[in-house]
Nanobody, 124 residues
Framework: QVQLVESGGGLVQPGGSLTLSCVAS????????IGWFRQVPGKELEGVSC?????VTSASVKGRFTTSADTAKNTVYLQMSNLKPEDTAVYSC????????????????????WGKGTLVTVSS
């Protein structure tokens, strides 16, 4: 059974930093790409990063967010710095077969498995 479990969310002041973790079980990072997505209530789901590119994919977070993976721990991280109130959202990770991600990236419509998400609130 595949599970993706996010952690690391919380309340942080503007300008602060957080690192989110996505621990995968039932699959390996050799065979699956992991994408980070975020959603603000009432707005569309936004793709933030995709592990195949080893970089963030959202222009709104470039230069502030980075992504990395620890294959030994089957974990993908999203390091967030210089956080802004507009970064407040539920952050979720999702997995897709790596061959699909190589062709189409981490497309929100094509992901095979999803975690439940972790809330990040940026507020003073």
């Amino acid at each position: 059974q595949v599970q993706l479990v996010e952690s690391g969310g919380g309340l942080v002041q503007p300008g602060g930093s957080l690192t989110l973790s996505c621990v995968a079980s039932g699959l390996t990072l050799d065979n699956y790409a992991i994408g980070w997505f975020r959603q603000v209530p009432g707005k569309e789901l936004e793709g933030v990063s995709c592990s195949v590119s080893r970089d963030v994919t959202s222009a709104s977070v470039k230069g502030r967010f980075t992504t990395s993976a620890d294959t030994a721990k089957n974990t993908v991280y999203l390091q967030m710095s210089n956080l802004k109130p507009e970064d407040t959202a539920v952050y979720s990770c999702a997995a897709v077969i790596v061959e699909m991600a190589t062709v189409a990236g981490c497309n929100r419509y094509g992901m095979n498995f999803w975690g439940k998400g972790t809330l990040v609130t940026v507020s003073s």
